[in-house]
């Protein structure tokens, strides 16, 4: 064998590595170009009933008697196409989550463009009243739940987890 049909080999093997890897890059890339990406986060807050009326003769008491505690979960679409969120509600396991639903809510399905969000709300009396009705396990209010936002694909997106007691408590602790 000649250096000449030797060299000619070993190009060869290189080009066929460098193929294969090229390939393997491309296959590799496309799960990237049309991938689904959701942040989704909690917040509650407390919003006075009347707005832009003086409180100067109240007292802090008949203040926060005149506040309605909510909660707003946010979903913000940080892929690269369009995502459809279709419900939302509490995980608490893998067999158990409660479904917020109502005639408030009927706003489903939500259509989020590339880096659009949406909020959804609802008052936090609502879902710290269901918890404790709906929750099998009502002897460990220690447990972790967290909110979730479903999508048109049935894959659920999740907020961070937050302990059940301190949620229900949330009205006294400010």
Do not use: C
Request: glycine content about 4%; cysteine-free.
């Amino acid at each position: 064998m000649s250096k000449y049909e030797l060299a000619m080999i070993i190009i060869g093997a290189v080009g066929a590595i460098a193929t294969f890897s090229a390939v393997v890059v491309a296959l590799w890339q496309t799960k990237f170009t049309n991938k689904k990406k959701l942040i989704v986060t909690y917040t509650r807050y407390f919003r006075s009933l009347f707005e832009g009326e003086e409180f100067s003769g109240l007292s802090e008491k008949q203040r926060e008697a005149l506040e309605l505690p909510l909660i707003t979960v946010e979903a913000i679409n940080i892929g690269n196409r369009e995502v459809t969120l279709v419900d939302w509600g509490v995980f608490f396991t893998k067999k158990y989550l409660l479904q917020i639903r109502g005639l408030r809510y009927n706003e489903f399905p939500i259509k989020l463009a590339i880096e659009e969000s949406s909020k959804l709300q609802i008052d936090w009396h609502e879902v710290a009243h269901a918890i404790p009705e709906n929750f099998k396990d009502k002897t460990n209010q220690n447990k972790k739940m967290r909110f979730y936002i479903t999508d048109s694909t049935g894959k659920k997106h999740y907020t961070k987890k937050y302990s059940i007691k301190k949620f229900i408590s949330f009205k006294y602790n400010r």
